[in-house]
């Protein structure tokens, strides 16, 4: 069965760097698109970035870009998230995602917290 599972959340400073990862099985990584989500308290979830199977043309929210980068490993059936300058509004839950035969699969998500 299709999983997902992030790492790589925690506790920085505003400023400060953290770098995500979607481990994934169950499915042919190299043949998905796969994206990164977000969801602070309160909040509905929403797209952060995208990146294509092939790793191409990369998406990202208007709030991310410049900051955030999105990056697939196909050898490691793996995506990561580079997050660099981060604010406090970057706070939230981050969840994988993907797309196999028609049906959407979402990792547990990871808990990122940006405060002084």
């Known amino acids: 069965q299709v999983q997902l599972v992030e790492s790589g959340g925690g506790l920085v400073q505003p400023g400060g760097s953290l770098r995500l990862s979607c481990s994934a099985s169950?499915?042919?990584?190299?043949?998905?698109?796969m994206s990164w989500y977000r969801q602070a308290p309160g909040k509905e979830r929403e797209l952060v970035a995208f990146?294509?199977?092939?790793?191409?043309?990369?998406n990202y929210a208007q709030s991310v870009k410049g900051r955030f980068t999105i990056s697939r490993d196909n050898a490691k059936n793996t995506v990561y998230l580079q997050m660099n300058s981060l604010k406090p509004e970057d706070t939230a839950d981050y969840y994988c995602?993907?797309?196999?035969?028609?049906?959407?699969?979402w990792g547990q998500g990871t808990q990122v917290t940006v405060s002084s």
């Open positions: 995602y993907t797309r196999w035969r028609w049906a959407g699969y």
């Open positions: 990146i294509p199977s092939t790793g191409g043309r990369t």
């Open positions: 169950g499915f042919t990584f190299s043949a998905s698109a």
